[in-house]
């Protein structure tokens, strides 16, 4: 059999061949002699079964004096391992500063979203539908997932930054491949600073939203997929003092990272992080809502919910916030006053009230509203901050305090669109708001900056 193989395998000529012919053979000879260790590389990635895959490999390589020009014999070797046992020309995209998003369409049409908002599409793409399916099967099997005919339809995390969402056929057309969005989560550290220099709000705007967090009063921002709400939830969580404890809940992966050190390490703050387990056993799944009943026997003093999106969940939080709680959550609504509607029909999807009480239930837990938006040219705004009062004979009372008013949309010489506009200060806050505030601390002079009527821009 080494005869057969050393005749077969004999060295030969390379001049011309494509990286793409390379690949064929290697996987051929891989397939037919070391099958086995290929598939312990790429199902349990341990460093000792990807060593053994590299070594082999180069040793092939050599043999059969495979060259491209652009790269050496090392590099060669990586990159074929990664297509044949990684995650092929993904990692570099999915590591890549900057990146927030990769979205497979087909197997050769990938797109990424940028941190700045801007989608571009890649050079790179799969040689063809199988191998899509293939890289991103490795993928799954990290996860702990796996995605077949029976269940076509994934959503995994490869690391706890990491979430990936995948379809395959039959979902998906046989010619696709597969169509995948990896959404890489960095996990926020924005500055008071950096929201002012992109024009998101204003001083006096956040400096509203901060003494709510830091004065008794749960805040929910609204928005879009993208819109900038988790900036500014992380933000307003970073302002938490550090004398109060804080606890945030998040689904799958960690896109806060609020413990603060001083210049030898030691932790200033009072911070835990959980994260949801999902499982396919009832009895195992650990989601929102049984972390927040597990939190409230933690004796917390600000609880930050990553996303509301069940119903049960919605219920939790709000009436944690009414028992005394203060909590800051994110959720999809495309507007503040219809925010309240959206927490009202989440919660109906699983509880029998009546309307007008579960409204009532939202408009008491949440008094305050942050709607934000990402506009045409990709800058990320807070469009508007709203205190809900009261749900009235079927009627949401509510004052606007803040909005952003958008006057024209330029496109520059370049081709650039740019959004002309400006934020407004539209009212006060009411009495309540204000004795609320007074009675959990806030001094008259940090009042004091919020009982004007002047334009704030």
């Known amino acids: 059999m080494n005869n057969l193989n050393d005749i077969f395998f004999a ?8 990286y793409d012919q390379i690949l064929e053979d290697v996987q051929r000879y891989f397939a037919e002699n070391h099958a086995s260790v290929i598939a312990e590389a790429g199902e349990t990635n341990t460093e000792r079964a990807s060593t053994v895959l590299k070594e082999l490999m180069v040793q092939y390589l050599v043999k059969r004096k495979y060259a491209t020009e652009d790269l050496t014999t090392a590099e060669l070797c990586a990159k074929l391992y990664e297509d044949m046992a990684g995650y092929s020309f993904l990692k570099k995209w999915i590591y890549m500063p900057g990146v927030e998003e990769v ?33 991103i099967r490795r ?47 960095n996990q926020q550290t924005v ?16 400096h509203f939203l901060k003494a709510c967090i830091r004065y008794g009063v749960s805040v929910c921002i609204a928005g879009s997929t993208g819109s900038g709400k988790t900036t500014v939830m992380a933000w ?13 809940i998040e689904e799958g992966s960690r896109e806060f990272d609020l413990v603060k050190r001083d210049e030898n390490g030691n932790i200033l703050n009072s911070v835990v992080h959980l994260l949801t387990r999902p499982s396919d056993n009832p009895s195992l799944n650990i989601n929102q809502d049984f972390l927040l009943e597990r939190v409230l026997r933690k004796h917390p003093d600000v609880i930050g919910v990553g996303e509301m999106r069940s119903a049960a969940e919605s219920l939790s939080a709000a009436e944690s916030s009414r028992t005394g709680h203060t909590v800051c959550t994110t959720i999809h609504s495309n507007g503040c006053a219809s925010t309240y509607g959206r927490m009202m029909t989440l919660a109906k999807r699983k509880f029998n009230m009546d309307d007008s009480v579960l409204m009532q239930i939202m408009v008491e837990a949440y008094p305050v509203i ?19 009062e009261a749900f009235e004979d079927g009627k949401l009372v509510y004052r606007s305090l803040y909005n952003y008013d958008v006057v024209d949309n330029v496109t520059d010489a370049k ?20 004795t609320r505030l007074l009675d959990n601390g806030i001094s008259h002079k940090e009042l004091e900056e919020f009982m ?4 704030v821009e």
Do not use: W
């Not at 990936?164 to 890489?184: E, L």
């Not at 500055?191 to 956040?206: C, F, H, P």
């Open 11 to 18: 060295p030969v000529a390379t001049e011309g061949l494509t």
């Open 103 to 135: 979205n497979i369409n087909a197997y050769n049409d990938i797109e990424v979203i940028e941190s700045s908002g801007r989608s571009i599409k890649i050079p790179d793409k799969f040689s063809s539908p199988q191998q899509a399916i293939d890289v």
């Open 139 to 185: 993928m799954l099997v990290a996860c702990g997932m796996v995605i077949d005919d029976t269940m076509p339809s994934i959503i995994g995390f490869l690391d706890k930054n990491i979430r990936i969402s995948v379809d395959k056929t039959p979902i998906v057309d046989p010619d696709v491949g597969i169509n995948a969005s990896i959404r890489i989560v």
């Open 191 to 206: 500055s008071e600073q950096k929201l002012l220099d992109s024009g998101s709000a204003t001083a006096e705007m956040l």
């Open 236 to 248: 307003l969580l970073s302002n938490v003092p550090n004398n109060r404890r804080l606890i945030t």
């Open 370 to 388: 942050v709607f934000t938006k990402q506009l045409e040219d990709r800058s990320r705004k807070i469009m508007e901050i709203i205190e809900g």
């Open 415 to 434: 081709g650039q669109t740019c959004v002309v506009g400006r934020h407004n200060k539209m009212g006060m806050i009411s009495d309540a708001l204000k």
């Open 452 to 455: 004007h009527m002047e334009e």
